[in-house]
């Protein structure tokens, strides 16, 4: 088949030949050549600003990159591993910039590209960029998952790569590696009028044989043939870090306001007036700036900051450090939380402390502060943990910031109520004590060891992984991931918990493509949409829609998943968790919402060297709706937050895992009202079913009994679990010693059948009869299918009339019952 497909070409290609000796050939153009044997080594440097760059990276690489997906503008082109040739990383990749060195192989197995538009098909290069990469996934080499789904690089690497809106992704600069087998081939010499490479309005020049550094900067591009070239990655201008650090306060600020102005991804959905904004604020930069006050500055950008509802704007805090020590050091000897109905009570009593000591106790109802009603109190607090943008959060951190005060505060007085308690007033000193102030904060009781991913099993035998970050070492966060997956399949593991309760995030990809373990198809989660400064709006490509990429299908885990959440499940975090929503793939449970943070952000310098950060990507789910800024994923199952749940969490108990447990317990589809009854066969369907060996409902059943049960009138239970909407036999039986008896015996039973509460007629079920155990036996039975998800209740009532004697035992009159409750998989 090989030698045909050749053959093939070769007349294609002399087709070809004939037909353009018609008209004349355009000459390549004569462009500057450094002469010598070709490249064998490339060396240079990678030189980065981006605060991210290193994040999680534990294999970054440096490879001869394929350029066949740009040349055929394929998004999806995923890099061939034959193709890839692994460069040295010569110096520390974590401190900017990093050097590295490649050896060029003899003859490369890349992709092979006619690029020269003349008609004629003919052999062509193949063309590489060098490119820095991350692997994360299996091998040394990259495959498609570390591809980010396949394409070719935009950023890092010897190309310069647009992201202007009307050219989006085009190489407009830099440098490729270009390979030609034999001295007959041609390549572009310029963009063309159209400015795009590999289109037809290139002029074309030609190449020597072997390998070619081809400047894209130079006008022709220029040919590069000495032996060890230099070839630097370029961090692309959208990357580099912003830098006002040089500016004056109020310069900066101006700066900074126009920023947010032009990038923040939330104007519209918060409905910002970034001019407003600018006014009200100026003036403590102006005011910082004519006094060189550089704590009135950071006092001003806090402010400003501040003033911006979303959790992931923020500032580098360091110069405010005293004055944060300062305002929380006093506390009371308690924390607050408020309750499900309303009630603020005390969750925290410090043993010996100022509460303790006025007679305080746990559960405490705290009516007031300073004669001012709690609630007033918390709305007004400013938590030093600011901005937010769930509300929910923001509450949360203001009960815990609420109980906080200056040592030279000295008393508060405190109006509160005991449990079961008449109002106290109580005048409790501010004392030096963290302890309540450590008890309120989302990550209490974290270990500081904690891994990424670890994993167990837990006492009910159901899986449990705790992700604790997903900026972590992403080789690392794999191989347990993966190797967390393999035990739970090998050991036939009934369910899996995540914990994704404490997670501040990272990276959003690591996020999508380890939820995809739990999925077996390819499923889009989302996109994002940006800045584009030549347009001067928000921008989303198509090709930038976001994929979950299932692993194979031994590392996919099928069975019920429950993911736990909670108000520190942030960013990254709850991209993870609403992947899980997807097709009702798992059950979220918790007592609050995630953190709401549902973009993605970019950090630059201003004065003093303070970093700030805003948010510069607006996520969105596979429909275009902003779907997680400001809200956060909800629990399905919304554990209470009550006196007596506080109180277990307090004792230490773990009352959102143990509602995971007990979800998982029950079976699927509890509690779910279907759409609608199962389908009931016809007499042939429920003949065709007996025949082929469909179960009966008591063999699907997790119960099961003797014959004494149904000796006398009562009531059998069966709990059926359908993990799909498969067929099922639902008959009554009855034997008897002979045919006269078996006879008799059905004059005397009256039957009723019920299907999810309504009267099923007896003709809907089919007689069958046959010997079993030396006895005659009948079955009245149908067929059901067509399983809508949900919680089925079927019974089938057997009223005997009068005394029956099957011919071996007697029976009484009354009602011999059999209830079936159904649960199919949602």
């Known amino acids: 088949m090989r030698k045909k497909f050749f053959q093939l070409i070769s007349l294609i290609v002399l087709v070809s030949l004939l037909i353009s000796a018609c008209k004349p050939k355009e000459q390549p153009e004569v462009v500057d050549v450094v002469e010598e044997n070709g490249p064998t080594t490339i060396t240079g440097k990678l030189n980065y600003t981006n605060a991210f760059f290193t994040d999680g990276v534990a294999q970054p690489v440096i490879i001869l990159e394929d350029q066949g997906g740009f040349v055929k503008r394929d998004r999806k082109f995923v890099i061939p591993v034959e193709s890839q040739v692994i460069g040295e990383i010569t110096s520390d990749f974590y401190q900017s910039p990093f050097t590295y060195s490649l050896s060029l192989p003899a003859e490369p197995n890349g992709t092979l590209n006619d690029v020269d538009h003349d008609g004629v098909e003919e052999q062509g290069v193949m063309i590489f960029a060098v490119a820095y990469w991350t692997n994360t996934w299996g091998d040394p080499y990259l495959e498609r998952r570390d591809q980010f789904g396949g394409g070719w690089s935009s950023a890092y690497a010897s190309t310069k790569v647009t992201d202007d809106r009307d050219a989006y992704l085009e190489v407009y600069g830099g440098k490729y590696l270009v390979f030609a087998q034999d001295d007959e081939q041609q390549f572009p010499s310029d963009f063309g009028a159209d400015k795009k490479l590999f289109t037809d309005d290139d002029s074309i020049m030609d190449l020597p044989a072997g390998w070619s550094v081809i400047d894209l900067d130079s006008t022709p591009f220029a040919i590069d043939r000495s032996e060890d070239p230099v070839i630097d990655l370029l961090e692309p201008e959208s990357a580099a870090l912003d830098d006002y650090s040089a500016l004056s306060y109020s310069e900066a600020y101006e700066q900074m306001v126009e920023k947010f102005k032009n990038e923040y991804a939330f104007t519209e959905l918060k409905d910002i007036d970034w001019d407003a904004k600018a006014e009200e604020f100026r003036p403590l930069f102006v005011e910082a700036e004519q006094k060189n006050d550089p704590h009135a500055y ?9 003033s911006i509802p979303d959790t992931h704007v923020g500032f580098d805090q360091s110069l405010l450090n005293d004055d944060f020590q300062n305002e929380i050091a006093g506390g009371l000897g308690f924390a607050m939380r408020e309750t499900d109905d309303g009630k603020t009570i005390a969750n925290f009593i410090l043993d010996g402390g100022p ?47 609420a109980t906080r005060f200056t040592l030279d505060k000295g008393q508060v007085e405190v109006e509160f109520m005991n449990p079961g308690g008449s109002m106290q007033t109580a005048s409790l000193d501010v004392v030096n004590e963290y302890d309540s102030f450590s008890f309120a904060s989302f990550y209490a009781g974290q270990p500081e060891t904690s891994l990424p991913v670890e994993f167990t099993v837990l006492p009910s035998g159901y899986g449990y992984i705790k992700v604790s970050s997903f900026l972590d070492n992403d080789v690392l966060s794999i191989q347990v991931w993966e190797r967390a997956i393999d035990y739970f399949n090998n050991n036939s593991v009934p369910g899996v918990i995540i914990d994704m309760r404490v997670n501040g995030g990272g990276s959003g990809w690591l996020a999508d493509q380890m939820s995809a373990y739990f999925f077996d198809e390819e499923t889009i989660v989302g996109n994002t949409a940006r800045y584009n400064e030549g347009s001067g709006e928000f921008y989303m490509d198509p090709g930038d829609e976001t994929l979950m990429i299932p692993p194979s299908p031994a590392r996919q885990f099928s069975g019920p998943v429950a993911v736990l959440v909670g108000p520190a499940c942030a960013s990254a975090c709850e991209f993870f968790s609403y992947n899980m929503t997807i097709n009702d793939r798992a059950t979220i449970i918790g007592q609050y919402p995630t953190d709401g943070a549902g ?18 990507g607006r996520a969105v789910d596979a429909e275009g709706n902003i779907h997680l800024e400001g809200k956060g994923v909800q629990p399905d199952v919304q554990v209470p937050v009550t006196d007596e749940t506080l109180k277990k ?18 079976p699927q589809g509890v509690g779910v009202i279907p759409s609608g009854p199962p389908k009931i066969g016809s007499a042939s369907d429920a003949e065709s079913a007996l025949n082929s060996g469909v179960s009966f409902l008591e063999d699907l059943a997790s119960e099961s009994y003797d014959a004494e049960v149904f000796s006398q009138p009562d009531t059998a239970t069966y709990t059926v679990q359908l993990a799909e909407p ?16 078996l006879a008799a015996n059905f004059e005397d039973i009256e039957f009723k059948f019920e299907l999810d509460g309504n009267d099923v007629p007896d003709e809907s079920f089919t007689i069958y009869e046959t010997m079993s155990g030396g006895q005659l036996c009948r079955l009245v039975y149908t067929v059901l299918s067509d399983w809508p998800a949900g919680e089925h209740h079927l019974s089938t009532i057997a009223t005997f009339t009068s005394k029956i004697n099957d011919g071996s035992a007697d029976y009484e009159p009354g009602d011999y019952i059999l209830d079936y409750t159904v649960y199919v998989n949602p």
């Open 649 to 666: 969490q307090a004792d230490g108990e773990d009352v959102v895992l143990d509602a995971a447990v007990q979800f998982l317990s029950q």
């Open 726 to 741: 498969e067929p099922v036999i639902w008959a009554y039986v009855w034997c008897a010693v002979d045919d006269k008896t």
């Open 298 to 306: 950071a006092l001003a950008l806090r402010d400003f900051i501040w």
């Open 355 to 401: 509460a303790a000591n006025a007679g305080m106790e746990w559960g405490a109802e705290i009516i007031s502060l300073d004669g001012v009603p709690t609630s007033d109190v918390v709305e007004a607090t400013v938590p030093w943990s600011s901005p937010f943008s769930n509300p929910i959060n923001k509450r949360l951190q203001q009960l815990r910031y």
């Open 599 to 616: 973009g993605s952000v970019e950090q630059f310098l201003m004065p003093e060297g303070l970093t700030v950060q805003l948010t510069i």
